[in-house]
């Protein structure tokens, strides 16, 4: 590979790095293309992208960009997986492969500049989507709404049932 050629690599790099909001690095040592292509296409369901990439490439690209403290974690055989949308998507995708694969391993990651644990990782992975935390948010919104209208619905029900009853009483009499 010539200069220009490893150029090209560190840019094209260099511009997944910068407009994705998580990184994370892992091992793949051991594992075979199938595999690979299995996490790939799990990553892009999840809005993500995965790269095999050289290790003093990876570190030359990442060097002053969003995810620079991640940049020395890159050693022996080494893959990034990019998100580009939703983190806790991506994150998923990631910890469950690494949970089925024995070979794949989390190294490190980095949200939006800091850096995490794999465990951080798992962690992020279990939080719920953002279309889950959307919907909570509208339900409790809602909730407020309707409970005022059955509040002053139950007041005039109230009112009512005490006006039936006082009709009642005067018939009665």
Request: net charge positive; with cysteine.
């Given at each position: 590979m010539n200069r220009s050629e490893k150029a090209a690599v560190i840019e094209a790099i260099k511009a997944k790095a910068s407009t994705a909001s998580f990184a994370v690095v892992t091992d793949f040592k051991g594992m075979t293309v199938e595999e690979l292509t299995n996490l790939r296409v799990n990553l892009r369901q999840a809005g993500g992208e995965y790269l095999v990439v050289k290790n003093t490439l990876a570190r030359i690209a990442f060097t002053e960009s969003t995810h620079d403290?991640?940049?020395?974690?890159?050693?022996d055989n080494c893959g990034v997986a990019?998100?580009?949308?939703?983190?806790?998507?991506?994150?998923?995708?990631v910890s469950d492969f690494a949970k089925q694969s024995k070979l794949f391993k989390l190294s490190c990651a980095s949200?939006?500049?800091k850096e995490m644990t794999p465990e951080q990782v798992d962690a992020l992975a279990k939080l719920p989507s953002r279309e889950q935390l959307l919907a909570q948010l509208l339900g409790t919104m809602n909730a407020v709404p309707t409970q005022f209208v059955?509040?002053?619905?139950?007041?005039?029900?109230?009112?009512?049932y005490a006006l039936k009853a006082i009709e009642e009483q005067k018939k009665a009499a």
């Amino acid at each position: 590979m010539n200069r220009s050629e490893k150029a090209a690599v560190i840019e094209a790099i260099k511009a997944k790095a910068s407009t994705a909001s998580f990184a994370v690095v892992t091992d793949f040592k051991g594992m075979t293309v199938e595999e690979l292509t299995n996490l790939r296409v799990n990553l892009r369901q999840a809005g993500g992208e995965y790269l095999v990439v050289k290790n003093t490439l990876a570190r030359i690209a990442f060097t002053e960009s969003t995810h620079d403290v991640i940049k020395d974690k890159f050693h022996d055989n080494c893959g990034v997986a990019f998100g580009f949308e939703d983190p806790v998507a991506v994150a998923k995708a990631v910890s469950d492969f690494a949970k089925q694969s024995k070979l794949f391993k989390l190294s490190c990651a980095s949200l939006d500049g800091k850096e995490m644990t794999p465990e951080q990782v798992d962690a992020l992975a279990k939080l719920p989507s953002r279309e889950q935390l959307l919907a909570q948010l509208l339900g409790t919104m809602n909730a407020v709404p309707t409970q005022f209208v059955s509040l002053f619905a139950n007041i005039q029900r109230g009112l009512l049932y005490a006006l039936k009853a006082i009709e009642e009483q005067k018939k009665a009499a």
